[in-house]
């Protein structure tokens, strides 16, 4: 699996984006970069995930760079709500199965009201 | 929200004694994991389970056992709990159609004494 690189923290102003960067330059080819969240004492919740082309769902967008090697994850108008611990996590997808998540330290998102 | 629920939810025991964790699916997803989270260490993959009867080891599975004889429930036991085991554990529910994308229960805060 491919080892990522994500700042320990981040603070953003409530009603501002916020853009949570995420190094993954060991990232092999059949890896999609998935972004989970995890606000505190809960269990992390899934956001988003790409292969290599930008993602946008409702809860945010998913930028990831032409050599794959980083992405970005971009809340588009935080919340203090959104404020929690994201995970940048590759993993690879093989077509039919389920796979074994390996989550690291990932990034403390504070928003500030 | 899904439908996964943990049981117990806090738990304090002795050392030496055996505890079983519950977790309850209603979603009828394949795949379920047990994760432990501890300060330092992020969370990290005990023992999952891609079928009834059928389980694997994770990363940290020393100390613990798994089984799955219903799809819709995954135990997971110590044999013999130690103060090393005292963490905040997480099940996780994923399918097959869902790749890569999990859903986490909870969780339950387990003190060994």
């Known amino acids: 699996d491919a080892k990522t690189t994500q700042p320990p923290s981040m603070d953003c102003a409530e009603g501002r984006a916020a853009n949570l960067p995420c190094n993954h330059s060991t990232i092999s080819g059949n890896e999609y970069v998935y972004w989970y969240r995890q606000i505190h004492s809960q269990g992390p919740q899934y956001i988003i995930h790409?292969?290599?082309n930008n993602e946008t769902n409702e809860m945010a967008s998913l930028i990831i760079t032409e050599d794959r090697k980083s992405s970005t994850l971009i809340l588009p108008h935080a919340t203090l709500r959104d404020t929690a611990v994201y995970y940048c996590?590759?993993?690879?997808?093989?077509?039919?199965?389920?796979?074994?998540?390996?989550f690291g330290k990932g990034t403390l998102l504070t928003v500030n009201p | 929200d899904a439908g996964i629920t943990q049981s117990p939810r806090h738990k304090v025991t002795e050392t030496g004694t055996p505890v079983t964790l519950r977790c309850h699916q209603t979603?009828?997803?394949?795949?379920m994991y047990w994760y432990r989270q501890d300060p330092g260490h992020g969370l990290r993959l005990i023992h999952y389970?891609?079928?009834?009867?059928?389980?694997d080891k994770g990363e940290v599975s020393d100390g613990y056992s798994v089984s799955r004889s219903k799809t819709e429930d995954f135990l997971l036991t110590l044999e013999s709990a130690t103060s090393s085991q005292t963490s905040v554990y997480f099940c996780a529910i994923g399918s097959r159609d869902r790749e890569g994308i999990a859903d986490f229960g909870p969780g339950t805060r387990l003190t060994v004494t």
């Open positions: 389970s891609y079928g009834v009867k059928d389980t």
């Open positions: 979603e009828n997803h394949r795949y």
């Open positions: 790409g292969l290599k």
């Open positions: 996590i590759p993993t690879k997808n093989s077509g039919g199965s389920n796979y074994k998540l390996t």
